[in-house]
């Protein structure tokens, strides 16, 4: 799944530091991983999903065209 940075943080398994705004690949898995370790640590998330808000989107505007 592709996903965007929200906060800066150093990706341990990926060894590289994510800046704000980096879009990247992973799994649901990593993606869930890398929101629980920084809910428990900062009490805050670090990435957000885009495919799911992209096939909203699309979703929206095929009502709005039909």
Do not use: P
Request: aromatic fraction near 10%.
């Amino acid at each position: 799944m592709r996903v965007k940075t929200l906060d800066t943080f150093f990706d341990k398994k990926e060894n590289v530091i994510r800046k704000v705004g980096d879009e990247f690949e992973c799994s649901q898995d990593r993606f869930e991983e890398i929101n629980k370790t920084a809910k428990d640590v900062y009490n805050s998330i670090f990435v957000e999903a885009l495919e799911v808000k992209k096939k909203a989107v699309k979703s929206a505007s095929k009502k709005a065209n039909e």
